[in-house]
């Protein structure tokens, strides 16, 4: 019996330094190539940054319009995902029975098993169908991209909302039963504010998952060089997908070391967020606590 607790016990360590080991090679050798590529040039090339910034002239060559692009798409992914995916996460764990929560739990299974390439597939046939239908001018734009991406990133949603609730001590509900109070005011005023810390981690991983697309974007709207968003029906550009299109056309050093630095932001920006979001969970976990 020891024998076999020391062996898991050095199984997990050893799968922890391989993960481990794993990534800061990844973020080393990114940090590396990436760098000394990271400065003013990288964002707005020879642009001025208040010009570049305010859109009074454009950037070519640096990644401001892509940056500002990504946050753009993600406002829209979230714009469209968040309320569909944290009701629909809050009705399983709260109000539906054990039938639908089976055949809403199945849905939401194979909507999370789909690749990001058939959903961008998808999302071109849509417009196609919707040129021959209801909007002969349509194309590939933001909101495409975004509708897309918020299909993608609802699964993610719906099963941290479920989970984060669904993992609450039973003592709430019977506290809340016991004051008289209905299941709509108990979810409103009881469940959702105690979980929200997970659910608010729900929201971060679906934000991260929507930001580091590629195959989704590149074939509902995302392009080389759209400049600033002009709007939800517009091209755009982003991140992900100049990286992507870096890698394939590079034609020097110069512009592979853009690229590097390109995806260390990238990352950056992911980091940041993700820190934000433990920032921010542990305020609402010292707030519902009362401490």
């Given at each position: 019996m020891r ?8 199984l ?21 190539r990436?760098l000394?590529?990271?400065?003013l ?19 070519w ?6 940056m ?9 992914t979230m ?6 995916g ?5 009705y ?28 961008g ?11 021959r ?5 349509g ?12 299909l993608?990133?609802?699964p ?21 039963d ?21 659910i608010?981690?729900?929201?971060i ?13 590149m074939?509902?709207?995302a392009?080389?060089n ?8 517009a091209?755009f ?27 260390l ?13 433990k ?13």
């Amino acid at each position: 019996m020891r024998v076999r607790e020391l062996s898991l016990t050095a199984l997990g360590w050893a799968s922890f330094a391989f993960v481990a080991g794993g990534v800061l090679s990844l973020i080393g050798f990114l940090a590396a190539r990436g760098l000394p590529a990271l400065d003013l040039e990288l964002f707005f090339d020879d642009t001025p940054v208040w010009d570049a910034v305010l859109g009074l002239r454009p950037v070519w060559d640096g990644i401001w319009p892509a940056m500002a692009g990504t946050l753009s798409l993600l406002a829209v992914t979230m714009a469209l995902a968040l309320l569909p995916g944290v009701c629909c996460g809050v009705y399983l764990a709260c109000f539906a029975s054990p039938r639908e929560r089976e055949w809403i739990g199945a849905s939401v299974d194979v909507l999370a098993g789909i690749p990001s390439i058939v959903m961008g597939l998808f999302g071109l046939e849509l417009i196609i169908v919707l040129r021959r239908t209801f909007v002969p001018q349509g194309t590939t734009c933001l909101l495409l991209a975004g509708f897309c991406l918020a299909l993608l990133v609802l699964p993610t949603l719906i099963t941290a909302v479920r989970a984060a609730i669904e993992a609450l001590p039973a003592r709430l509900s019977l506290t809340a039963d016991a004051l008289g109070l209905t299941k709509a005011q108990t979810v409103r005023r009881l469940l959702v504010p105690a979980a929200a810390p997970g659910i608010l981690g729900g929201v971060i991983l679906a934000m991260g998952r929507a930001m580091e697309d590629t195959a989704v974007i590149m074939l509902t709207g995302a392009v080389a060089n759209a400049g600033l968003p002009a709007g939800l029906t517009a091209k755009f550009e982003a991140l992900p997908f100049r990286i992507y299109y870096t890698a394939a056309q590079y034609t020097g050093p110069e512009q592979l070391a853009r690229g590097f630095g390109t995806a260390l932001f990238l990352l950056l920006m992911s980091e940041t967020l993700i820190a934000a979001a433990k920032a921010l969970q542990a305020r609402l976990s010292h707030k519902w606590r009362g401490k």
